[in-house]
């Protein structure tokens, strides 16, 4: 079966840190590039970031750029997302997802994990 | 703000169409055939329902099409389902630093 699951979500002081990770089974991981978006309670999708399946292109939310760092190990097949300077407004759940051929077009969702930045 | 302007909700009865509109600008859905929608049950992960404007996935029901003219993007879903009460997103290609932009949703409300 194709699947992500996310993990690392959790409780963090603002300006606190935190490191998402996502693992993917039942595919050619390597084969795919990957993304981040996130959805604030209420609220709607937001892209955080992508990266290429060998990790040569990366892109970044003007939101999180120069804060959040995404990387990925194909030998592991595991998505990160490395979470720094954490604002009150990072405050959501957050999705690693599949791209397809298309961009924008994330055909694989994991089920989200929460991060809550919050003193 | 989003980037992409969607209408805050649409309904229909059952057996209905309707359809939901997604506008932006040429620097995104109108300057690319690279418009997505997805469909978001209360509580669950997306769906992707359309991709490159008027693809669908496998597995999808062809009674969800796509199409675009200049800036805007559109959804139609025809023989409204129950289930299809939802909320759905429309995204798009951007030349602009963000790379992808995601419309404000729109709530699907199924009579």
């Known amino acids: 079966e194709v699947q992500l699951v996310e993990s690392g979500g959790g409780l963090v002081k603002p300006g606190g840190s935190l490191r998402l990770s996502c693992a993917a089974s039942?595919?050619?991981?390597?084969?795919?590039?990957m993304n981040w978006v996130r959805q604030a309670p209420g609220k709607g999708l937001e892209w955080v970031s992508s990266?290429?399946?060998?990790?040569?292109?990366?892109y970044y939310a003007d939101s999180v750029k120069g804060r959040f760092t995404i990387s990925r190990d194909n030998a592991k097949n595991s998505l990160y997302l490395q979470m720094n300077s954490l604002r009150a407004e990072d405050t959501a759940v957050y999705y690693c997802?599949?791209?397809?051929?298309?961009?924008?077009?994330?055909?694989?969702w994991g089920q989200g994990t929460m991060v809550t930045v919050s003193s | 703000q989003s980037a992409l302007t969607q209408p805050a909700s649409v309904s229909g009865s059952p057996g209905q169409s309707i359809t939901i509109s997604c506008t932006g600008t040429?620097?995104?859905?109108?300057?690319?055939?690279?418009v997505s929608w997805y469909q978001q049950h209360p509580g669950k992960a997306p769906k992707l329902m359309i991709y490159?404007?008027?693809n669908r996935p496998s597995g999808v029901s062809n009674r969800f099409s796509g199409s675009k003219s200049g800036n805007t993007a559109s959804l139609t879903i025809s023989g409204l389902q129950a289930e299809d009460e939802a909320d759905y997103y429309c995204?798009?290609?951007?030349?602009?630093?963000?790379?992808?932009?995601f419309g404000g949703g729109t709530k699907l409300t199924v009579l």
């Open positions: 039942g595919f050619t991981f390597s084969s795919y590039s």
């Open positions: 995204s798009s290609y951007t030349s602009s630093s963000t790379n992808v932009v």
């Open positions: 040429s620097s995104d859905v109108g300057g690319y055939n690279y």
């Open positions: 990266i290429s399946s060998s990790s040569s292109y990366i």
């Open positions: 490159e404007v008027s």
């Open positions: 997802a599949r791209l397809i051929a298309a961009p924008g077009a994330f055909d694989i």
